[in-house]
């Protein structure tokens, strides 16, 4: 089982705060996404990273992948209440996906 | 856009009926999966099926789960007999290749009672 685990694991914040959420494993990644998800729907995709120590940067969002490619993390500027969701990373591999145990993010206005 | 489309949205069912979820997929994709969450928890990995067979498995895919592409267009999931512990979201997704973006269905609530 490739194990993503993610941190923390609920975040409740105001509105303008910053925040920062994890994805961890023991694994090295040859790629990973980050969904978000809100409730009653499914997973949309945020980003994709690929390569050890990128940086991508959608509006307030900040993704970064680690040096070595076992982690990343999600870096949200000023949130806002439209950003509350769950947060979930996830690896590609063949014919598999895995997703993280996700980030429950709440912004209170 | 095109998009993934799921229905029923969601199915009420007594333990130990056969239930269908259907999903029609992307038109020009060709690897399709299934997915579950249960409230609260994380979106696990059912089934994934590319050229007309299942390419893999996890261990919640047992003998009691199946899936069908019965014609161009529909990706079915049938549980032949519901447990209680089978109330979940059921999410379907498709994607053009492995390891492209895998885009979402609004899935199917399925509740066991």
């Known amino acids: 089982t490739q194990l993503l685990e993610q941190s923390p694991q609920f975040l409740s914040i105001q509105e303008g705060e910053n925040l920062t959420v994890y994805c961890n494993s023991s694994s090295v990644f040859s790629s990973l996404q980050w969904y978000r998800q809100e409730p009653g729907e499914g997973p949309v995709l945020l980003v994709t990273?690929?390569?050890?120590?990128e940086v991508k940067k959608l509006k307030r969002l900040t993704f970064q992948f680690g040096d070595a490619r076992k982690d990343s993390s999600l870096h949200i500027t000023a949130a806002q209440p439209g950003d509350t969701g769950l947060y979930l990373c996830a690896r590609a591999g063949f014919n598999k996906f895995y997703f993280g145990s996700g980030t429950k993010l709440n912004v209170k206005p | 856009e095109p998009e993934v489309t799921q229905t029923p949205s969601h199915q009420v069912t007594q333990m130990g009926q056969e239930v269908i979820l259907r999903c029609v997929p992307i038109?020009?994709?060709?690897?399709f999966y299934w997915y579950r969450q249960i409230l609260g928890q994380k979106v696990e990995f059912l089934v994934s099926f590319y050229n007309n067979e299942i390419s893999e498995k996890s261990e919640i895919f047992d003998d009691q789960f199946s899936v069908e592409r019965p014609d161009g267009s529909n990706f079915t999931l049938k549980i032949r007999s519901t447990k209680l512990e089978d109330s979940a979201m059921y999410f379907c997704?498709?994607?053009?290749?492995?390891?492209?973006?895998?885009?979402f269905g609004p899935g199917t609530r399925l509740t066991v009672l």
């Open positions: 038109s020009n994709h060709l690897y």
């Open positions: 997704a498709s994607t053009s290749g492995w390891f492209n973006e895998q885009f």
């Open positions: 990273v690929v390569t050890g120590g």
